[in-house]
């Protein structure tokens, strides 16, 4: 859990690293070319499918379809045995009560969007009553948005004190904090915003909503594992890594799981310390691990999309 | 037709043109053969060294018919033989650097691959031949450092270009007084990575990784001594070390490894030798904990904390991968320290502040000077040294005017 706000002064996040984009891409470009063979691949997809937290985050959301989500978590395709679960079901606060009532008895965890996702456009005192609620109603961790608009008009401390008021309404509920990067535009900013969420006491960052393109680039990723990497040596506190939207494919899950082991090293290879936010990932990796154990590709038919 | 200084120039150009496809066509196999050789990882051999072959010939061949234009106001002809050596650490693409220019200027070739490393050479000779190209205008010789010696003294060679050594550079510039042969010199190199303190640290980190270890250091512009602005340096130290164990040592043609073998038992013989003198200096060592193959010429990545600037393996080029590290305070003392060296092949400079880079990069006596990226290569930029790194350019137009005759 991270509590390091309580014990040391937060830096001045205007001083925080700089990064250079050409420099990013180039790093980027070689787990890309990392090749793995057959056994380490299988072992990667399966994996991955452990670390997915299936969602959906639709106005248009019924209670039907979280039911039927929230069964698939546990059911990723019955007719092959041995299959991982998924990590977690992301749903809106809504939705909360029903999915936990399913989920209850599983190790498949509920996560709640708050603080008026995907905007955040709302005052705190709604925010912290959403989050309030989203936790009364069952959910065992809440991601949460920051305030892009503060962020970019250079109020870190306005970012900071948010963050840290819905953790403390979190208190053992893990807290994701979503820096939208689509919106920061600039590496620089990811960085910062990395910084100002986990001082404040996030023991997720997260890239994006999935609202907003890009989303989670392997550029964005990287720099905001080096970020983690960075806070670990100066605090000793862990904090977990969330990627999520545009991850549709098991290539990129694995690449992803390649340059999670060389910025930051085994120990963020479980569902508990690296997530992957998607929902069309799950079927992707399916299809791969069931060609690589029985050599069959087959349809996309044999595979329900909810 | 046959004599290629009057093939018109678009014919010319075609059958460069013709070559860098062969080439592109045969690039897997060219790669495989060049790590086989070689010892560098196939990572490199594919990534790098053959799409940069290539596009040298397809570069040069663009300029055949406009060397009027390069070089206005003057009439353009070839020097006529041209003999070129070169060294053993980029074989394919050091004949690539060679060749693609002096024909596209209209010389004939007589050109020595390297005597460990002479495959690629001859299969590019194969891949000329293929492209149609009259016979006699590519010449490849093999052998040892005799055969150079007759290169270099033969009396109906008019010019000769050659990378390698500063010890040999010197050898050939003596063997050629008196005589009325050009040369151009592509020699050694200590060249200086500079890390201002408001650098982005970890692609900083990134750069000096591949400034010293791309090829197992044996690149004439490594970044081999290190200079790190004294507030950082702490940081930049333990991000380095923590870096270089991450680093897959290991069979070059798995696509996997990052650090490859050690050309030759020679080399590493001189390695490991400077290795020790770094020991009794009194510098402090830090070596990758990988374990190295039993079988091979391996190195671990190496970097010597705590030298000064008159220790050897500061002084020296070693060519291979190991880094040697000072600190400075003060911008003015990085110059002076960079600068103090009789080589001048390359540099590097990171730092986030454009005005800084630029002061650091006119005033740095290097040929090339690199921003926040280290290693870059491009056909249409010069590359060569200062000092006695060597002196003619090659790549870009620059590359074009040492295999010509101006009137």
């Known amino acids: 859990m991270n509590n390091y706000t309580n014990k040391v002064v937060q830096p001045d996040f205007s001083k925080s690293p700089r990064i250079d984009k050409v420099g990013v891409e180039e790093r980027v470009s070689k787990f890309q070319k990392r090749s793995l063979k057959r056994e380490t691949k299988l072992m990667g997809l399966r994996m991955a499918l452990s670390m997915i937290d299936l969602t959906t985050l639709e106005g248009k959301d019924t209670i039907q379809k979280v039911k039927q989500m929230c069964y698939k978590a546990q059911h990723l395709h019955d007719v092959f045995p041995n299959l991982p679960k998924v990590a977690a079901v992301c749903v809106y606060p809504s939705m ?6 399913l989920l209850d008895q599983s190790e498949v965890k509920v996560a709640s969007v708050s603080t008026s996702f995907p905007s955040g456009q709302s005052p705190l005192k709604v925010k912290l009553m959403e989050t309030k609620f989203a936790i009364s109603e069952g959910a065992d961790e809440i991601d949460m948005v920051i305030s892009r608009g503060k962020f970019l008009a250079g109020e870190y401390n306005f970012v900071f004190d948010e963050i840290a008021r819905i953790k403390e309404v979190c208190g053992n509920v893990r807290l994701k904090v979503i820096l939208e990067t689509g919106e920061l535009i600039t590496l620089d900013n990811v960085r910062r915003a990395s910084e100002i969420a986990m001082y404040a006491g996030a023991d997720f960052i997260k890239t994006s909503t999935g609202k907003i393109q890009p989303a989670a ?13 960075d806070f670990m040596d100066k605090t000793g506190i862990k904090v977990g890594m969330k990627p999520a939207g545009g991850i549709s494919n098991s290539k990129l899950a694995l690449h992803n799981l390649v340059m999670v082991n060389e910025v930051l090293g085994n120990g963020w290879l479980s569902n508990e310390w690296f997530r992957f936010g998607a929902s069309s990932l799950a079927n992707d990796l399916l299809m791969q691990i069931i060609k690589s154990e029985t050599g069959i590709y087959q349809s996309s038919d044999y595979f329900s999309i909810d | 037709m046959n004599i290629w200084s009057k093939v018109s120039p678009s014919e010319k150009s075609k059958y460069i043109y013709r070559i860098a496809r062969l080439m592109q066509e045969r690039a897997r196999e060219l790669a495989i053969i060049e790590t086989l050789d070689s010892g560098k990882v196939i990572r490199e051999s594919r990534d790098i060294d053959i799409p940069l072959a290539c596009n040298h010939f397809f570069y040069y061949a663009g300029w055949t018919d406009k060397l009027q234009y390069a070089f206005p106001n003057k009439k353009v002809s070839p020097l006529g033989v041209v003999g070129q050596i070169i060294p053993w650490n980029f074989p394919l693409l050091m004949a690539a650097w060679k060749i693609a220019p002096a024909l596209a200027a209209g010389n004939t070739v007589v050109l020595k691959p390297a005597e460990t490393t002479s495959l690629t050479a001859l299969k590019l000779a194969e891949i000329i031949r293929d492209s149609g190209l009259p016979d006699g205008v590519v010449n490849i010789v093999t052998g040892y450092g005799d055969t150079g010696a007759e290169l270099v003294n033969h009396y109906d060679i008019n010019k000769i270009a050659f990378t390698g050594s500063t010890t040999v550079g010197k050898i050939i510039q003596k063997s050629i007084s008196g005589s009325d042969k050009k040369v151009t010199l592509e020699l050694g190199g200590k060249s200086a990575n500079i890390i201002l303190e408001d650098a982005p640290i970890d692609q900083a980190v990134e750069g000096i990784i591949n400034g010293i270890f791309f090829n197992q250091g044996h690149v004439c512009c490594a970044g081999s001594r290190l200079f790190v602005q004294e507030s950082i340096y702490d940081i930049i130290i333990k991000k380095l070390k923590r870096r270089i164990d991450k680093l897959i040592i290991g069979d070059p043609l798995d696509k996997n490894t990052d650090i490859g073998a050690i050309n030759s038992k020679e080399q590493l013989n001189t390695i490991n030798n400077y290795i020790n003198i770094g020991k009794s200096e009194g510098s402090k060592i830090f070596q990758s904990s990988y374990k190295l193959p039993n079988k091979g010429y391996y190195c671990a990545p190496t970097i010597f904390t ?14 291979g991968p190991v880094l040697t590290i000072q600190t400075f305070r003060t911008i003015d003392e990085v110059i002076k320290k960079a600068n103090n060296s009789p080589y001048g092949l ?6 986030d502040k454009g005005s800084r880079v630029f002061n650091l990069s006119s005033k740095l006596r290097a040929g090339v000077v690199w921003a926040n990226t280290y290693n870059k290569f491009d056909p249409t930029s010069p590359f060569g040294g200062y000092k006695e790194s060597g002196f003619g350019r090659e790549g870009g137009l620059h590359g074009l005017s040492p295999y010509i005759n101006l009137k």
């Open chain 1, 96 to 101: 909360v009560r029903v999915a936990s009532k």
């Open chain 1, 217 to 229: 680039s392997m550029q964005v990723t990287y720099v905001m594992l080096e970020a983690i990497r």
């Open chain 2, 306 to 319: 705590d030298v000064s600037q008159s220790n050897r393996i500061f002084q020296e080029e070693i060519f």
């Open chain 2, 346 to 351: 390359a540099a590097g400079v990171w730092s």
